[in-house]
């Protein structure tokens, strides 16, 4: 089996792996739990102008800026209704060679499973027209598929340059109210 990824990345460096797994559009998708930094209630996002749909906006994290992905966006659903149960899983990602955190808004947060070595699947081939970059394999569970995304290519790198810009700088106190410049 050949992934495009690194056994260690996707916890295949033991037996049994551990993905948070959360539902966007209502589908269930999971990351490896050593890319979750953290996972925080919905704050105020302070939208920036001349950013694609998918990107959501900017929080202030304890004084820094941290980019949010509207994951049913990117992922090609409809951009993410904000519940109750919404919340951002800050996840750290490779941006132009450096580690930068991201957040990606989800629906709501399931749970974390364990997916054994065997049950990760490489993702699927749907030919060259269709993007898969961002599926880092398939976790069987059950009967079913869980989606594990590989978070480095959720965002090109032309956007995650952007990004990178966006979040060089420390946060605006007014950034989570909304009053920031004024």
């Known amino acids: 089996m050949t992934l495009p990824h690194t056994e260690a990345h996707l916890g295949l460096n033991t037996e049994v792996g551990q993905y948070?797994?959360?539902v966007v559009a209502g589908e269930r998708l999971a990351v490896p739990i050593e890319?979750?930094?953290e996972i925080i209630e919905l704050p105020t996002i302070t939208r920036v102008p001349l950013t694609p749909d998918a990107i959501r906006g900017v929080?202030?994290?304890?004084?820094?800026?941290?980019?949010?992905i509207d994951l049913g966006a990117?992922?090609?659903?409809?951009?993410?209704?904000?519940t109750r149960r919404s919340c951002i899983v800050l996840v750290e990602v490779q941006a132009v060679g450096e580690?930068?955190?991201?957040?990606?808004l989800v629906d709501?947060?399931?749970?974390?499973?364990?997916?054994?070595?065997?049950?990760?699947?490489p993702p699927p081939s749907f030919g060259a027209t269709i993007r898969t970059d961002?599926?880092?394999a398939m976790g069987r569970v059950d009967e079913a598929f869980v989606v594990i995304l590989e978070v480095d290519h959720l965002l090109s790198i032309q956007e995650l340059a952007a990004l990178r810009a966006l979040s060089g700088q420390e946060a605006d106190p007014g950034i989570e109210d909304g009053t920031a410049g004024s």
């Open 108 to 121: 709501e947060v399931k749970n974390i499973l364990e997916i054994g070595r065997d049950d990760i699947k």
């Open 99 to 104: 580690a930068q955190v991201l957040g990606m």
């Open 35 to 37: 890319v979750v930094k």
């Open 20 to 22: 948070l797994t959360f």
């Open 134 to 136: 961002f599926i880092a």
């Open 74 to 82: 990117r992922l090609g659903r409809s951009p993410i209704v904000p």
């Open 59 to 68: 929080i202030n994290l304890r004084g820094s800026v941290v980019p949010v």
